[in-house]
């Protein structure tokens, strides 16, 4: 959200001939403007803690493989039978 342009452009409305109730409620309008940036700020680093918190979680959850051993043969049906027996152990 670009809420400079929309500041300049509420800013441009104002000119020597509008009438000064106007310009106020201009200057409520900009004031509004600033307060929805502060909280789209405080709102979008506020998520991107936790974005961060969330990226680690999963990275130090249980889902890392286990180390593979490198064999350049392939196994027998009996050696991954035997594998699977000795995980359940």
Known sequence: MDFTK???LLKG????SLPTEE???IGGIVQEVD???KEFNEFVEK???LRKKYIEAVKNSTFKEEPREESNEPKTFEQCLQEQ????S
């Open 47 to 49: 998520h991107d803690d």
């Open 6 to 8: 929309i500041r300049e």
């Open 23 to 25: 310009v106020e409620k």
């Open 13 to 16: 409305l104002v000119n020597d």
């Open 35 to 37: 307060n929805a940036e």
């Open 85 to 88: 027996i000795n995980k359940r």
